[in-house]
């Protein structure tokens, strides 16, 4: 466990609500964790388990009712909307499982999105761009369309989209789950580079054992409550079982 | 950064053509309509007020009363009661700038084999002050013409043309009633006036020669009417009222009694024209402002279904870290592109349209720079208003929420 000053991220006690007609739904429940930097973290648990949740309010998407979220030192909580839309765009590099490319954007300029907002020069960002494409093994195909390109190299663009602005932190929300096997392999293996080679700490909920077996860390979520929390290796058989 | 968003909102209505030019349509119609609407009132207004500029300004006709003779009421301007010495008493008043007693009748004129039926009008060389009239050659007679009522004459340009055809007449003689005039100038064009008359089928005589050799009276030196010129429109209810109050006097009104002459103001019932003119104007304006509206709401429309069916798209741009500000700038700069561009295209088609209807129908057309203007001004300020509130909420929602839209 990382030490808690330095930590990318720092979970302390978070709980979410969602308000619904029949009263509040409580959908995560005190919920506590640490992520170091160059952890590769597995969030792993059964649906309803709120590890999707868990994951958009990692990603400053949504909002804990209660709790304290630290993300890269800051405290999430104090922040207005620009200033967290500020995190995502320079902290943060998201996947996601419906890969969520623009379609009308070509793969350079979906790439290069993000460095519009944070004032980039067009000719650096479709350099940057190009860079991240050559990097996930795309730099062939810059000007093609999203729906010219099979589901694995569309998630290879989604990944160099989140790695254009160099974040220090990937959420990856079931990146795989779209794929088939062998894909999904190829994936983890550019997780696994980008964790391993470039030090960036890796956070990604999945289902399958196998993808998460890629990871060091297994965090397991039930009815919102975090039931393991610890090294792969030392996961009982149960936490690491496919969940529907 | 708004150079890309520029980019972006370009390739976003790049992306569904046919909506865009549909949108956009609204725009080109609405502005198209207005500049038309606006030229052709403007035209009109133009029309109206070079009619009344040709009428002289700041005017008062005097008339003499009517009188009943045998029973037979004679009508306005039949009762001898305006003199000259009631013209040179007026012209004595302040701020009268000039009168000119009138003698009108009707003559055939005759030059050579031509001959022509016009209306003669005796006046004093004071006429063509007050009726602000030039002459396109030649000289106008002069005070002592009056007095000695010598036989000369000016000729309207309607005159001209039937009597001397391509001939100078400036210097000829013509004859009138069977006696010779000399022809000392000729008038320049004035063309309809207000109420469609020939302003230039006139001929002008010393206002004595055609009382005392032309027409005759029975009464000398009484003329039917006079014009008289107030200096400036300020000073035009206080010279009214003088001039009643001096003719009150010397012609020796009782009280209680009629009065045996009328004064009307000629200016008011030409601001009544200008006033109908600029009315109509406005009101093609309004008309067309309507279906400039009526572009801007398709705008607002078409926006409001682009940020419905793009939430997912904006759900993506805000989880890379879009700011709402950055939406808002988005999907305002689309609303503004649409509306300029279609504003662009309706100029063009409004002043195109107009110089085509100023060719086929004869209406005189005026585009200002102005009009354009506020045409591009208002088309602007239509995108803005309209794109506001579609960007607005575009921006305001939650990226959790626009993402998860299905």
């Not at chain 2, 013509?174 to 008038?187: A, E, F, H, Q, W």
Request: net charge neutral; with cysteine.
């Amino acid at each position: 466990m990382a030490r808690a000053a330095d930590a990318v991220i720092r979970i302390e006690h978070l709980d979410k609500e969602y308000a619904t007609e029949a009263g509040a739904v409580p959908v995560l429940k005190d919920v506590s964790v640490t992520v170091a930097p160059g952890e590769f973290v597995a969030i792993m648990g059964p649906s309803g388990s709120g590890k999707s949740t868990f994951m958009n309010i990692l990603g400053c998407l949504d909002v804990a009712t209660r709790g304290r979220y630290v993300l890269n030192g800051r405290d999430v909580g104090t922040l207005d909307k620009d200033e967290l839309a500020h995190l995502r765009n320079q902290v943060i590099g998201f996947v996601f499982q419906g890969f969520n490319l623009l379609p009308r954007a070509s793969l350079e300029d979906n790439v290069a999105l993000p460095l519009i907002y944070r004032g980039t020069p067009r000719s650096e960002r479709l350099a940057r761009a190009r860079e991240m494409l050559a990097k996930v093994g795309l730099g062939a195909y810059p000007r093609s369309h999203p729906n010219q390109i099979s589901g694995g190299q569309q998630q290879r663009v989604a990944i160099a989209r989140a790695l254009v602005n160099q974040p220090k932190l990937i959420l990856a929300d079931e990146p795989t789950g779209n794929l088939d096997t062998a894909t999904s392999m190829e994936i983890m293996a550019l997780f696994t580079e980008l964790n391993e080679r470039d030090g960036i700490t890796v956070v990604l909920v999945t289902h399958e054992p196998d993808i998460a077996a890629v990871a060091h860390r297994l965090v397991r979520l039930t009815d919102g409550k975090v039931i393991y929390d610890g090294p792969l290796e030392r996961a009982a058989p149960g936490h690491m079982e496919k969940t529907p | 950064m708004t150079a890309a968003m520029l980019a972006e909102a370009w390739q976003a209505m790049g992306a569904n053509r046919l909506r865009t030019f549909l949108t956009m349509l609204g725009m080109v119609i609405g502005v198209g309509a207005v500049i038309l609407m606006l030229a052709v009132g403007q035209g009109a207004q133009q029309q109206v007020q070079e009619s009344i500029a040709s009428m002289g300004s700041n005017l008062f006709i005097i008339l003499s009363g009517s009188t009943t003779s045998g029973g037979l009421r004679m009508g306005g301007g039949a009762a001898p009661t305006l003199t000259m010495a009631d013209a040179a008493a007026i012209e004595e008043l302040p701020s009268v700038a000039a009168v000119a007693p009138t003698a009108p009748g009707t003559a055939q004129l005759v030059y050579g084999p031509n001959n022509w039926s016009t209306q003669v009008m005796g006046s004093t060389p004071s006429f063509l002050t007050v009726r602000d009239w030039k002459l396109s050659a030649g000289f106008p007679f002069t005070d002592s013409d009056i007095r000695s009522a010598t036989r000369v004459c000016l000729l309207g340009q309607t005159v001209v043309q039937n009597l001397f055809g391509d001939e100078d007449p400036v210097g000829k003689t013509i004859r009138i009633k069977n006696s010779p005039y000399v022809v000392l100038g000729v008038l320049a064009a004035k063309g309809q006036s207000l109420d469609g008359r020939d302003q230039d089928d006139t001929v002008i005589v010393p206002v004595t020669t055609a009382l005392r050799k032309l027409f005759g009276s029975q009464f000398a030196g009484t003329v039917r009417f006079m014009m008289a010129q107030a200096e400036s429109a300020d000073a035009m209810p206080a010279v009214e009222k003088a001039i009643n109050e001096l003719l009150h006097q010397r012609h020796r009104i009782r009280e209680g009694a009629d009065n045996d002459f009328s004064v009307r103001n000629l200016t008011a019932l030409a601001n009544t024209a200008a006033e109908t003119a600029q009315v109509m104007s406005l009101m093609l304006g309004a008309i067309a402002s309507v279906s400039l509206l009526v572009g801007g709401i398709g705008i607002m429309n078409i926006m409001l279904v682009s940020v419905t069916e793009r939430t997912r798209e904006i759900g993506i741009r805000m989880a890379i870290g879009a700011r709402g500000s950055d939406i808002l700038l988005q999907f305002l700069l689309e609303a503004i592109i649409i509306s300029v561009i279609g504003c662009l295209i309706g100029v063009a088609l409004g002043v195109g349209g107009a110089l085509l209807v100023s060719k086929f129908s004869g209406m005189a057309i005026v585009v200002t720079a102005a009009s354009i203007f506020m045409a591009f001004a208002v088309a602007a300020a239509v995108g803005i208003f309209f794109g506001w509130y579609p960007a607005r909420k575009a921006a305001a929602m939650k990226p959790i929420d626009a993402l998860r839209y299905q």
